[in-house]
């Protein structure tokens, strides 16, 4: 079974840092983008940074400067080392990837199952 495994999240103070870190494990091919997404209650899912294979990133505008999105191919792993961290970074934070199939050959996307990240202020 392909599955997502995330760590890290929990309560930090506005101003501090987390790191969350993510492994894909099971039967798989080529990983291609990997990504960190969030969602608080009542709102969509929003794209926080995404990793292409060889390495390009991006972010949303919120969070450009103080996040940062990296990646391990040799172990099919992703981290998102949050600085700076505010309030409205409340979220669950869900860990992506687009992910080769070995028995088909087809890449979907799989989900991680989210870890809470809770900023007080």
């Known amino acids: 079974q392909v599955q997502l495994v995330e760590s890290g999240g929990g309560l930090v103070q506005a101003g501090g840092s987390l790191m969350l870190s993510c492994v894909c494990s099971?039967?798989?091919?080529?990983?291609?983008?990997m990504a960190w997404h969030r969602q608080v209650p009542g709102k969509q899912r929003e794209l926080v940074a995404v990793v292409t294979r060889g390495g390009i990133t991006n972010y949303a505008d919120s969070v450009k400067g103080r996040f940062t999105i990296s990646r391990d191919n040799a172990i099919n792993a992703v981290d998102l080392q949050m600085n700076r961290l505010r309030p409205e970074d409340t979220a669950v934070y869900f860990c992506y990837a687009d992910v080769e199939m070995v028995d088909s050959g087809i890449y979907s996307p799989i989900w991680g199952q989210g870890t809470q990240v809770t900023v007080s202020s």
């Open positions: 099971g039967s798989i091919g080529r990983v291609n983008n």
